[in-house]
């Protein structure tokens, strides 16, 4: 199969340069090897971590379209109440991690309904569920990609003038040779203040097996896991008490602190204020991911609320998951931790009323998508990452570093965002690693690789660090890299140019960032205070 841009993985960077590309009137081949389109936001199930001023701005205009979209839906399809329908910025699950906390299906929908023109059209292709399996080079150059079907004996081979990497983990960069780095860089190499001295390229975030939870009468007390005494007793040296339990450190200040649980509060949804700035909002965890606030809804709609469990206790970090021989084996162990937590949560776990477990806890994998109760996917915090044109490093945009100067203004800026520097625990044993961040700028240099001239990264494996990627890594910068990635491949279709010489030619440069910016993708940030 043959078109103009073959975008690789169907996450939120892929679905992004999926739309753009062919909005621009490009022929696209977009790739997913899991049941659902959408990546970290429906098939990993987790709802959009986002900064504090994202109704404002600080996103793309397409971006914003996904979010107004999945509002729409509600007020479409769901029985909220006339209270929750006026709500302007609609807030579905009333979580304290984002503003527009939902149910995963929802977002699979408002996908597909913004793909929906170009399949009809024919100028889209989807291919489900397949992944990338090998890759043709000639010298600099990808000359096509292998996918094969998830569940059948099947294969497709797919060429295209440009490739995008928009896989979760980098997977083209290993198969095309692209030349890419994993884990810890050394503070020799970057000079990142919070960089060890050597390199530790397995030295990865730890991933996360996330699922649904609702608490209603009766017992769902899940089977037993077969290495569930395991994971009770385990305790990570840096924890502070074993893994399974309501007590982990702080992320900001490794402070061991205890959470609370208390499902089905009878809170307001309109009184929660989702504004990192303000608190983080991981108090109660049973509200802190949650995706559907029975109070949004008409009385009997939902017996109960809907959270989503992407809490401390679920990070694997045992083992990375990319580029060792056992990747499988540990995403097994991450899937037992994962059911194992659910199982104490059930049995074990203490209540406020000095009582232990919640049997009312249901695993909703009718939720999630997937037989088995958990995601579909694991939640990947880290890629490959390229070695890029341009490295994004911790000085970049440290409030720590820079402070009232901001952060560093790139020429070649091709979009914005703003996270804190979050990095969960790793798989060398180190705690978290959370520092404040200010608005930070998306440099062109960070999506081309230093070699390679027709691939393009469209997602986490774009010239981040093992600790800037802690920022950049979050849904709407994912969204702006693919975005972006997909109008520079439509670019230099149009102009004969390669990606190295739009960022080398001050002209072309010029040139393509006012088309990012008539496309609604903003490029400098307003005045305004990191955190």
């Not at 009766?218 to 008490?241: C, L, V």
């Not at 109660?284 to 809907?306: E, Q, V």
């Not at 998306?442 to 690789?449: M, N, Q, V």
Request: with cysteine; net charge negative.
């Amino acid at each position: 199969m043959r078109a103009d841009v073959l975008v690789v993985g169907g996450g939120l960077g892929g679905v992004a340069a999926a739309l753009a590309a062919a909005r621009a009137g490009r022929s696209v081949i977009l790739t997913e090897e899991f049941d659902w389109l959408g990546g970290q936001l429906t098939s990993q199930a987790v709802p959009p971590d986002e900064h504090s001023w994202i109704e404002q701005f600080g996103a793309t205009a397409s971006y914003r379209a996904l979010r107004t979209g999945i509002r729409d839906y509600y007020r479409r399809h769901y029985p909220l109440t006339e209270r929750s329908r006026a709500w302007t910025d609609l807030n579905p699950g009333a979580g304290w991690v984002s503003r527009v906390c939902h149910e995963p299906r929802v977002a699979v929908a408002v996908i597909e309904q913004m793909l929906a023109p170009f399949l009809g059209s024919g100028r889209l292709t989807v291919l489900q569920p397949y992944r990338p399996v090998a890759a043709d080079t000639d010298g600099d150059r990808v000359v096509g990609v292998t996918v094969a079907h998830r569940d059948r004996d099947e294969r497709i081979d797919l060429v295209a003038p440009y490739v995008l990497d928009a896989t979760e983990t980098g997977e083209l960069l290993p198969l095309t040779g692209t030349e890419y780095v994993t884990g810890f860089e050394s503070q020799a190499d970057t000079g990142e203040p919070s960089a060890p001295a050597e390199a530790q390229p397995m030295n990865m975030q730890a991933v996360s097996v996330c699922f649904a939870l609702d608490h209603v009468d009766g017992d769902h007390t899940i089977e037993r896991p077969a290495n569930y005494d395991f994971w009770r007793d385990y305790k990570p040296d840096f924890w502070g008490d074993r893994l399974l339990s309501w007590r982990s450190p702080h992320p900001r200040t490794l402070e061991v602190v205890e959470r609370s649980f208390t499902p089905n509060p009878d809170d307001d949804p309109l009184a929660v204020n989702a504004d990192q700035r303000l608190n983080p909002g991981d108090g109660n965890l049973w509200t802190f991911r949650r995706i559907a606030a029975r109070r949004n809804f008409t009385d009997g709609a939902y017996d109960s609320d809907i959270t989503l469990v992407n809490w401390p206790m679920i990070d694997y970090f045992e083992g990375p998951v990319i580029d060792v021989p056992n990747a499988s084996w540990h995403l097994s162990k991450a899937r037992e931790l994962s059911y194992s937590v659910l199982y104490w949560m059930q049995t074990e776990a203490p209540r406020t009323d000095g009582g232990t477990g919640f049997p009312g806890l249901r695993l909703r994998g009718d939720v999630t998508g997937s037989r088995d109760g958990l995601a579909q996917a694991p939640y990947i915090r880290e890629s490959r990452r390229i070695r890029a044109e341009y490295t994004v490093v911790e000085q970049d945009l440290s409030l720590a570093v820079r402070g009232e100067h901001g952060a560093v203004a790139y020429p070649d800026s091709i979009g914005v965002g703003m996270y804190r520097i979050d990095l969960h625990p790793s798989t060398g044993g180190d705690n978290y690693i959370d520092v404040g961040s200010c608005p930070f700028e998306i440099p062109l240099g960070a999506l081309i690789p230093q070699r390679v001239e027709n691939l393009l990264p469209a997602g986490k494996n774009i010239g981040t660090t093992h600790i800037t990627n802690g920022s950049y890594r979050l849904h709407p910068v994912e969204w702006n890299v693919g975005e972006v990635a997909g109008l520079l491949a439509d670019f230099c279709l149009a102009r004969g140019e390669s990606p190295r010489a739009v960022r080398g030619t001050p002209r072309l440069l010029a040139d393509f960032q006012d088309r990012l910016s008539a496309a609604g993708v903003e490029l400098r940030w307003p005045q305004v205070a990191g955190y």
